[in-house]
């Protein structure tokens, strides 16, 4: 075995996306000596993960970079480093930089939060395949057949790539399958949330001239960003705990005051942001649920904005007429010898209809029940009972301080989890200005003499 020990304190991060490394980075900024954290990455690439791996110049960020800092506590750690890497390029931090641009601030924080405390930090490009509590901490079983020992291990695994549905007709976008086209054909995209949006800015780039089908069982857009301060909501006005349809009232009747008064619909989204994770919680099993299957769809779109130069030209591309967006339900697709033929519903329609095209891009979620779970540490946890999937099944269960819950309702003195994973308890818990507070949150937790 090979062990962290010697330290008197030790963390090993599985999942070296985002969310372990603001982890490292949050750890890293303790000043004890004795600390000592390794990251696990099976890609070998850190701070990349499924967001910011992203190949295309318009694979953007979705938070304008004043929101993008590593530290809730330095919210112009991003925007410091952006001026510093591109001197002039950007006026404003009002900006949506590519992705792959964060991922590289990303891993240059963690080369920095290493060398700035040497000997600390150890990063592994491994797969964590099994993880088990011992009496002193936790042992860690990787695919080369080796383990980590440690006093307490963090899962950051986030999100679950589903593989695309159609048993493999369907592609996923930036997967080995997605392959060029010829830029005349027909396509189709299933879903028409952000990752769509990355599935047409492929294409895009690509030269893409034939047409694109959009189909989403809501036909939903996701809506533009535009430069507005948060509307300073008082905790105390927030119907907490209210029925899904008194909320929506509230909330309906707060975006008519703010419009009325000049202001815009976006600053109350934004203004509602700091008790997003508290009016989830407060709602019982059944309301979550009502807004999962009613409400998500129009909450994302809305919360989860374009940078206005994509979303015009989003929008540009429908009205000429290549994109089309078709409320349906996807039904089935089959390979054809040229191409492929997927079947839909349309919405309110009771009639199937075929359409072939050379391509169907799987644009659909990407948060999986945990007890499908494609990763085969997930798979153990869950299959040993040592971990539980959350009540509405989104996620992995967790206590108020992200410790890992078994099956027995037990909560883990040595396991926790951080990031999406989460969002059965959090909910708002995908986007960085979310994760780093969380980071920092459980960071403190593990530093605490009595938690560790
Ligand atoms: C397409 C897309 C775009 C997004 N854009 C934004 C944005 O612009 N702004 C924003 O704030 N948020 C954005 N998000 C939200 C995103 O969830 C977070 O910003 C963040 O990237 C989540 O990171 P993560 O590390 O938790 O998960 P992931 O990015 O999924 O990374 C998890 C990592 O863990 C590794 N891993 C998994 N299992 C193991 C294992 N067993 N052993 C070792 N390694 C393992 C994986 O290889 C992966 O690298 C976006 C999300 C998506 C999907």
């Known amino acids: 075995m090979n062990f962290i020990g010697?330290?008197?304190?030790?963390?090993?991060?599985?999942?070296?996306?985002?969310?372990?490394v603001l982890l490292a980075a949050h750890l890293l900024r303790d000043p004890d000596p004795d600390l000592r954290v390794t990251l696990l990455e099976r890609q070998g690439q850190f701070g990349q993960g499924l967001a910011y791996s992203a190949r295309h110049r318009d694979h953007r960020v979705n938070v304008p970079a004043r929101g993008m800092s590593a530290f809730a506590d330095d919210p112009e750690?991003?925007?410091?480093w952006l001026q510093r890497r591109h001197p002039g390029r950007y006026e404003s931090s009002w900006v949506f930089v590519a992705r792959r641009l964060y991922g590289t601030y990303l891993e240059e924080l963690l080369g920095e939060a290493g060398e700035h405390v040497p000997g600390r930090l150890r990063v592994l490009s491994e797969e964590a395949v099994a993880l088990h509590e011992t009496e002193g901490g936790v042992e860690?079983?990787?695919?080369?057949?080796?383990?980590l020992a440690s006093h307490s291990a963090v899962l950051a695994v986030g999100h679950e790539t589903q593989p695309a549905r159609g048993?493999?007709?369907?592609?996923?976008?930036?997967?080995?399958?997605?392959?060029?086209l010829d830029p005349d054909a027909p396509v189709m995209i299933l879903g028409s949330g952000l990752s769509m949006v990355d599935a047409w800015v492929g294409l895009c780039e690509a030269q893409h001239r034939g047409p694109i089908t959009v189909v989403s069982r809501n036909g939903l857009l996701p809506t533009a960003h535009r430069d507005v301060t948060?509307?300073?909501i008082d905790a105390a006005d927030v119907p907490f705990g209210a029925s899904m349809t008194e909320l929506t009232h509230w909330f309906r009747a707060l975006v008519e005051e703010t419009t009325r008064q000049g202001g815009d619909w976006r600053s109350v989204v934004d203004g509602l942001r700091p008790y997003n994770q508290r009016l989830?919680?407060?709602?019982?099993?059944?309301e979550k649920r009502r807004f999962l299957r009613h409400l998500r769809p129009w909450w994302n779109i809305h919360r989860h904005r374009l940078p206005p130069d994509l979303h015009a030209g989003l929008v540009r591309a429908i009205a000429q007429g290549q994109v089309k967006l078709v409320a349906a339900e996807f039904v089935g697709i089959e390979q054809l010898a040229d191409g492929v033929r997927a079947?839909?519903?349309r919405r309110g329609g009771s009639s199937r209809e075929t359409m072939d095209v050379a391509r169907v891009y799987d644009c659909g979620g990407v948060s999986v029940d945990v007890r499908a779970s494609g990763n085969p540490l997930i798979r153990q946890l869950v299959q040993s009972g040592r971990a539980r999937p959350d009540t509405m099944c989104i996620g992995l269960d967790v206590d108020d301080s992200c410790a890992l819950i078994a099956e027995d309702g037990q909560a883990s003195s040595r396991t926790r989890v951080v990031g999406p994973l989460t969002r059965g308890r959090y909910f708002e818990i995908e986007a960085v200005p979310d994760i780093r507070v969380q980071c920092a949150n459980v960071a403190r937790s593990l530093l605490a003499p009595a938690k560790v």
């Open 230 to 232: 948060p509307l300073v």
């Open 167 to 180: 048993r493999g007709i369907a592609v996923r976008v930036g997967s080995e399958s997605d392959t060029p």
């Open 77 to 80: 750690h991003f925007w410091r």
């Open 343 to 345: 079947t839909i519903r």
């Open 6 to 20: 010697q330290s008197a304190k030790s963390v090993v991060i599985i999942g070296g996306g985002a969310s372990g």
């Open 140 to 147: 860690v079983l990787l695919a080369n057949g080796t383990s």
């Open 280 to 286: 989830w919680q407060s709602w019982p099993g059944q």
